[in-house]
């Protein structure tokens, strides 16, 4: 009743007026806090498998809309679209390849429905035929299977070959490696062999490891292969070598190096200990 008679009169207390202050302070602190996790969260990270076809991923951050096309698109509820929670780009598709994998759809459903080309159609363009463009999944390059040889169990000498059973290119994304035990002397090392070239990164084989933690893991791109670096150059590749032309690289012989040698014959109170 109190409260209400000072509404009414428009008069407030200095104590009122206090506590609405810190009130509201507590208000705008509390929604800080919320807004700084969610753009802590919102942070992407390297470690993110994008559908077949997407562009780089600092360009395709910018150019996916977060419509979820391609996640309603995809039969086998492999894309997902991520939430604050996931730590990369809230909205954007993305799958877990341990938990669901590419299935490699031979029409790739998923990126013919982006409305914006951040699944670009090109990069999987195989043909064209009566103007309709014709797509081959096989050019995928989702990411790379990167084997751990410690983990690995056909690296130990178990016979297992649950990865390269379960790649849709069987025999040519990864190969067995034969080599003889010679630990036992009378059996075989079945290792799996992951060709970079080929190797789409669907996941399949992450899926189907047999280990707790699959020994073996696709990455994206750019972290499994790495850089070597633009000033390394291959000699014996004369593609490559052409490089040099490009860059400059100077000369020893221009620099004055007469201060170096007259200090390295500078023989004075060397053997002034020996006398």
């Known amino acids: 009743m109190l409260e209400k008679n000072k509404i009414k009169s428009g008069k407030t207390s200095r104590k009122d007026a206090i506590k609405t202050i810190f009130r509201g302070a507590g208000y705008v602190a509390v929604g800080g806090l919320v807004w700084g996790g969610y753009v802590e969260n919102n942070k992407k990270t390297d470690l993110v498998l994008r559908p077949p076809g997407a562009i780089d991923e600092p360009d395709f951050v910018k150019?996916?809309?977060?419509?979820?096309?391609?996640v309603e698109a995809c039969p086998y509820d492999t894309l997902k679209l991520s939430t604050p929670s996931d730590n990369k780009v809230t909205g954007t598709p993305y799958f877990t390849a341990r938990e669901v994998p590419c299935y490699m759809c031979t029409n790739i459903p998923c990126v013919p429905v982006c409305p914006t080309g951040a699944l670009d159609v090109n990069k999987l363009l195989a043909s064209v035929e009566n103007e309709t463009k014709k797509l081959d999944v096989n050019k995928s390059r989702m990411g790379l299977a990167v084997v751990n040889k410690e983990s690995c169990i056909a690296f130990w000498g178990?016979?297992?070959?649950?990865?390269?059973?379960?790649?849709?290119?069987?025999?040519?994304?990864?190969?067995?490696?034969?080599?003889?035990?010679?630990?036992?002397?009378k059996h075989a090392y079945l290792k799996p062999v992951v060709?970079?070239?080929?190797?789409?990164?669907?996941?399949?084989?992450?899926?189907?490891?047999?280990?707790?933690?699959?020994?073996?893991?696709?990455?994206p791109l750019k972290i499994a292969t790495g850089k070597v670096g633009d000033h390394y150059i291959k000699g014996w590749d004369a593609?490559?070598?052409?490089?040099?032309?490009?860059?400059?690289?100077?000369?020893?012989?221009d620099k004055d190096n007469t201060g170096a040698i007259e200090y390295l014959n500078d023989l004075e109170g060397l053997f002034d200990d020996e006398e």
């Open 158 to 185: 178990i016979q297992c070959d649950a990865c390269y059973r379960a790649c849709p290119l069987l025999g040519e994304a990864i190969t067995i490696e034969y080599s003889q035990n010679e630990r036992t002397g």
């Open 63 to 70: 150019a996916c809309i977060k419509c979820g096309l391609c």
């Open 195 to 219: 060709n970079a070239e080929i190797c789409t990164g669907c996941g399949l084989c992450e899926h189907a490891c047999i280990t707790e933690i699959p020994a073996i893991k696709v990455l």
């Open 239 to 253: 593609e490559d070598e052409k490089r040099l032309n490009k860059t400059s690289v100077g000369s020893s012989t």
